[in-house]
C-alpha cells in the first residue's frame, strides 16, 4: 500500500539551487521520515521528524511537518551533483508499519 | 548504527524454480522485520510484515504462499519466492527493527531478483 504522494515526481535544478520536495500522507503518523536511494542501490536514511515536531534540520537538509495538512517537505539547500537521487518519504504508523510515498526523482546539474 | 544485510544481492533463476533471499541483523536483536519489493522507477511496496517467532502478515494482494516468509530467529528473516515468473522480476528490500536498535528501522541494500 501507498502512503500518499510525492511532489514533484521529478526534479531537475542546477548545483548549488535548492531543491524542495513534498510528501502528502492519509492516516496518523506516529513519525515521518525521509530516505534517499542512488539508482538500483539501497536505502539512506537522512533524518526523521516525529508527531510533535514541526521543523528539523540535519546539515543540508530541512525538513518541516504538518500534521493538520498531513504534509511534510523536505529541502535540500546549495544542491550538488552528489545529490542526484531519488527521494522518498516514508510514515511510521500507529501499527508499526513504514509506508512510503511515490518518490522524487532529483536531477542535480553540474 | 545497526547495520542490517541482504544475501544475495543479485539472483537470476529460472521461471518455475524457488529462490530464497536472506535478510540479517548483525548487530541487534530484530523482532520485527518488513519486506518490500520495488519495480523500476517505482516506489517500495510494503509486502508483509514479520514478527520472530510468528507468522508474517501480508499486506493486501501479496500472496502468502508464493512469497513465504520465514523469521525464526532475532538475527534472520527469508523470503522465499516459489515457482517464480518472470514478472516476479524485482529488487526486493527488508528492514529490520527491535528495542535494541532502539526502534530504529534499519534497511539492507537489496535483492535484485531476475527470474528468466
Known amino acids: 500500500s501507498q502512503q500518499g504522494e510525492e511532489d514533484p515526481q521529478a526534479l531537475s535544478i542546477q548545483e548549488g539551487e535548492n531543491a524542495t520536495m513534498n510528501c502528502s500522507y492519509k492516516?496518523?503518523?506516529?513519525?515521518l521520515q525521509w530516505y534517499r536511494q542512488n539508482s538500483g542501490r539501497g536505502l539512506v536514511h537522512l533524518i526523521l521528524?516525529?508527531?510533535?515536531?514541526r521543523e528539523k534540520h540535519s546539515g543540508r537538509l530541512r525538513v518541516t511537518l504538518d500534521t493538520s495538512k498531513k504534509s511534510s517537505s523536505l529541502l535540500i539547500t546549495a544542491s550538488r551533483a552528489a545529490d542526484t537521487a531519488s527521494y522518498f518519504c516514508?510514515?511510521?504508523?500507529?501499527?508499526?508499519?513504514?509506508?512510503f510515498g511515490q518518490g522524487t526523482t532529483l536531477q542535480v546539474k553540474p | 548504527g545497526a547495520v542490517v544485510s541482504q544475501h544475495p544481492s543479485r539472483v537470476i533463476c529460472k521461471s518455475g524454480t524457488s529462490v530464497k533471499i536472506e535478510c540479517r541483523s548483525l548487530?541487534?536483536?530484530?523482532?520485527?522485520m518488513f519486506w518490500y519489493r520495488q519495480f523500476p522507477k517505482q516506489s517500495l511496496m510494503l509486502m508483509a510484515t514479520?514478527?520472530?517467532?510468528?507468522?508474517?502478515?501480508?499486506e493486501q494482494g501479496v500472496e502468502k504462499d508464493k512469497f513465504l516468509i520465514n523469521h525464526a530467529s532475532l538475527t534472520l528473516s527469508t523470503l522465499t519466492v516459489t515457482s517464480a515468473h518472470p514478472e516476479d522480476s524485482s529488487f526486493y528490500i527488508c528492514?529490520?527493527?527491535?528495542?535494541?536498535?532502539?526502534?530504529?528501522?534499519?534497511f539492507g541494500e537489496g535483492s535484485w531478483l531476475t527470474v528468466v
Open positions: 528492514s529490520a527493527s527491535g528495542t535494541d536498535s532502539g526502534n530504529t528501522i534499519y
Open positions: 492516516t496518523s503518523i506516529n513519525n
Open positions: 521528524i516525529r508527531s510533535n515536531e
Open positions: 516514508a510514515t511510521l504508523s500507529n501499527t508499526g508499519k513504514l509506508i
Open positions: 548487530d541487534f536483536q530484530a523482532t520485527t
Open positions: 514479520s514478527n520472530e517467532g510468528s507468522k508474517a502478515t501480508y
